[in-house]
């Protein structure tokens, strides 16, 4: 019988996201044999035209309806997860904010091996899976094998996996509600309120193009002003990577990154940023990436299309200078 | 509120360039510098504020070698009551449930209302919060970026989500809660601070102490397990501009010009 995997499908507005397609690329990397289930949690029409969409590239999507998951709390789903999800089966959820909240408690509860935040798959030998993560924010990568034998939860990163151009399929809804309703709504310790939306800043990163980022290489709050000084010559707006925003040096509406914003300018300049794939996964519309910074082994060196090796203490008001003296000239 | 921190010894990034060792075996480890996983660090913070307001005790707990108890005293010494050290040689290779496992055992020794845990550490996998609070049946929130103690019974949380946006939900005490960076701005822990703290003894528990069987845990208990560490090899990277500063700003300065980067 070919393994079975399930994907859980993370959506809004009644809308899949991007990671619905990915963990079926995914999936085929585990083992191309796999039969794949999108399992889709949420209330009413929304989650209705979720499980249409999904419909057309898994062949089956397992639905679960109940208004108590109009906003989906991890703590309520796990244990319908629980209920409904078959021994041995490999669960595949995108490691975001949502899968991070859902997925280890829910390995623990399945009695499942846990592997967090795959980025690629390298086969199957004797029930084991080998696996790529990145360790020390993406500095160095490793192999890790888990053994899947038992069932497994594995969360994926998104992006990592190329989605594959939906293959058209006719799937099957099936309503799995009553099942995972069995012996009542569970989670109730964990009381879902109300969202807080991000304040609006002074800037709108999301329209610039071209922003001048900071990220901690920039070692002091004094030294911000060499940041702005840069973006005021080039005509850019300064944006920030997280620590910035931590050590609220920066309003939290500069920030690019997942927690933060995502921008699509034509220039981005990062200056002293690691290049955390929370940071550089906010980068769209592939805008043209200079990176400097002083340790050659920064990540963000593989996404730039220039780069240069130097403590930006000492690089920026060099280049503010020459900007501005072109500019008078 | 008797409060535990789940805190962990990592190499400092923001201070090292990590390099893998020539057989792939690890990371090279001579001359890195180590300090307590950034995460860890907030969390610590915020549990000393909500004592600081409610009353109570915050312990701070490791998993590790003797060299952990150095960052469970800089901890004290940042204003931890207590320390503890969870150690044994059966603890060594466990993955993220053997840690929970390991740490669900010191957990139940105690009479703890709040669990706090950084909300990931040095493997980036984030999972050892979620994990002990799904051994010990607690409610759980991860990337937490906001408490307010309700009463004895019941906290508020916010949750870090996409966007820039936040998550709030009440949860029932005990919980297990997961801390993301930027929480509150933990405070400055100096010399001075350290040595006031030097001569208090830190318990060391093992697996005699915790009632663990030792097959459970470490290696023999890890479902997923590293192989190796590596540099993957990906693209071609950046063009490194080379030469003089003078000679580097030139050559940006032309892309620049060509890439609509100077208005």
Request: with cysteine; charged share 25%.
């Amino acid at each position: 019988m070919a393994r079975q995997v399930f994907a859980y499908i993370i959506h809004k507005d009644g809308i899949a996201d991007d990671t619905a397609l990915e963990m079926i690329a995914a999936a085929g990397k585990i083992d191309p044999d796999a039969s794949v289930t999108a399992v889709v949690a949420g209330a009413g029409s929304e989650l209705a035209s979720v499980c249409n969409e999904v419909a057309s590239s898994f062949a089956e999507v397992w639905k679960i309806d109940n208004q108590a998951l109009a906003y989906v709390n991890a703590e309520m789903l796990r244990p319908m997860l629980v209920r409904i999800l078959p021994e041995r089966g490999i669960v595949l959820i995108p490691h975001d904010h949502f899968g991070m909240d859902l997925a280890p408690g829910l390995s623990i509860k399945l009695d499942a091996a846990y592997l967090p935040d795959a980025v690629d798959f390298e086969g199957i030998d004797e029930g084991k899976l080998k696996a790529v993560r990145e360790e020390h924010t993406g500095q160095v990568s490793t192999h890790v094998l888990s053994d899947i034998s038992e069932g497994a939860v594995i969360t994926i990163r998104p992006g990592s996996f190329k989605a594959e151009e939906s293959k058209s399929s006719e799937g099957n809804v099936v309503d799995k509600t009553a099942e995972a309703m069995e012996g009542g709504l569970l989670g109730g310790a964990r009381r879902f309120l109300e969202i807080v939306e991000a304040e609006v800043g002074d800037v709108d990163i999301t329209k610039s193009d071209i922003l001048v980022s900071v990220g901690r290489g920039i070692e002091d709050e004094d030294n911000m002003e060499i940041v702005f000084d840069l973006a005021e010559a080039m005509g850019g707006d300064v944006s920030c990577s997280r620590p910035i925003v931590d050590a609220k040096w920066l309003e939290k509406s500069r920030q690019v990154g997942t927690s933060g914003q995502t921008v699509k300018p034509k220039v981005y300049m990062a200056l002293g940023i690691s290049g955390a794939f929370q940071h550089v996964g906010s980068l769209k519309g592939s805008p043209f990436v200079i990176a400097i910074n002083k340790n050659p082994r920064a990540p963000i060196f593989q996404v730039a299309d220039v780069g240069i090796v130097d403590d930006i203490l000492d690089f920026i008001p060099e280049l503010t200078d020459r900007i501005n003296d072109l500019k008078s000239a | 509120m008797e409060i535990l921190v789940c805190i962990k010894r990592v190499p400092d990034t923001s201070e090292n360039e990590i390099e893998v060792n020539r057989d792939g075996t690890d990371i090279e480890r001579d001359d890195l510098v180590y300090s307590v996983n950034e995460w860890d660090n907030y969390a610590v913070e915020e549990a000393i504020q909500i004592r600081d307001k409610v009353g109570g005790s915050v312990t701070v707990v490791s998993v590790g070698d003797e060299e952990a108890e150095e960052v469970l005293r800089r901890q004290m010494a940042m204003g931890a009551d207590k320390g503890v050290l969870l150690s044994d040689d059966a603890f060594e290779g466990s993955d993220g449930k053997g840690l929970a496992t390991i740490l669900k055992a010191e957990v139940e020794k105690g009479n703890y209302d709040l669990i706090l845990t950084g909300a990931q550490a040095d493997d980036g996998a984030g999972q050892v919060g979620g994990m002990l609070a799904a051994m010990l049946d607690w409610p759980c929130a991860s990337l937490v970026n906001f408490i307010e103690v309700v009463d004895d019974k019941k906290i508020k949380v916010g949750r870090e989500i996409a966007g820039g946006n936040q998550e709030m939900y009440e949860v029932d005490l005990p919980c297990v809660l997961s801390i993301q960076t930027g929480i509150n701005e933990p405070r400055y822990v100096g010399i001075r601070g350290i040595r006031k703290v030097a001569s208090i003894k830190i318990p060391v528990h093992g697996t005699g102490d915790l009632g663990i069987a030792p097959e459970a845990v470490g290696e023999p208990g890890a479902k997923t397990k590293r192989l190796d560490y590596f540099v993957p090899e990906l693209g071609e990277g950046a063009e490194i501009l080379e030469g003089s500063t003078d000679e580097i700003i030139d050559k940006l300065i032309e892309f620049l010009k060509a890439k609509g980067g100077i208005k």
